[in-house]
């Protein structure tokens, strides 16, 4: 199992690499088309009337949604550990595996329900007006798409915690940081 989870990591690795890519070029051209609208309104007069909705509908959700499972995976998500440092390894591990496998049920739904909309969206052909006809599905499809590779990244962890509740090197081989040790200060 344990050489099944390495395998899938890598490509769930190579995933969350590409997913970064994008939210990185989605990043890149909100700078650009910012800066190029801010020049053509002020230096021409001529300011381009579709940016705020290409930003605003597609661009930062994609940086958004396609940054999760990476920052997942390299572990700069948030993280509160005060009580974790105190909890002996093996529940630790199993506590992060419940926990790991209660939020990818939640992201889950999270991927069906935004799939269905985005369906319906494309079903219907919905379109949102503003300077240009925008179709809705296509703003719409970022949202299943983020949530679904962090849904696999979350299943992925909740598997590893549970393969390696007594093995601290196969944590470390699957990107998790392993359990830390309570801080113990030495006596002077």
């Not at 998500?77 to 049920?105: E, Q």
Request: a negative charge; proline letters at 3%.
């Amino acid at each position: 199992m344990k050489a099944a989870l390495l395998k899938v990591d890598g490509w769930l690795w190579r995933m969350d690499i590409t997913l970064m890519a994008i939210a990185g070029v989605c990043v890149l051209t909100m700078m650009g088309v910012t800066f190029l609208d801010v020049f053509m309104r002020y230096a021409l007069h001529s300011p381009l009337h579709w940016t705020y909705d290409l930003v605003t509908q597609y661009l930062l959700i994609g940086s958004f949604f396609f940054a999760f499972s990476y920052a997942l995976r390299t572990n700069e998500n948030i993280v509160v550990d005060f009580f974790s440092r105190n909890l002996p390894t093996r529940l630790y591990c199993l506590l992060m595996s419940i926990g790991h496998a209660a939020i990818a049920v939640i992201f889950a739904v999270v991927v069906w329900l935004s799939a269905v909309d985005t369906y319906i969206s494309w079903a219907n052909d919905e379109a949102f007006f503003g300077a240009l006809v925008w179709s809705t599905w296509s703003a719409k499809i970022i949202v299943p798409l983020g949530a679904l590779a962090l849904t696999l990244r979350l299943v992925h962890r909740s598997l590893a915690y549970w393969a390696g509740i007594d093995d601290q090197e196969f944590l470390r081989a699957a990107g998790l940081e392993p359990h830390h040790e309570p801080i113990i200060e030495e006596q002077l």
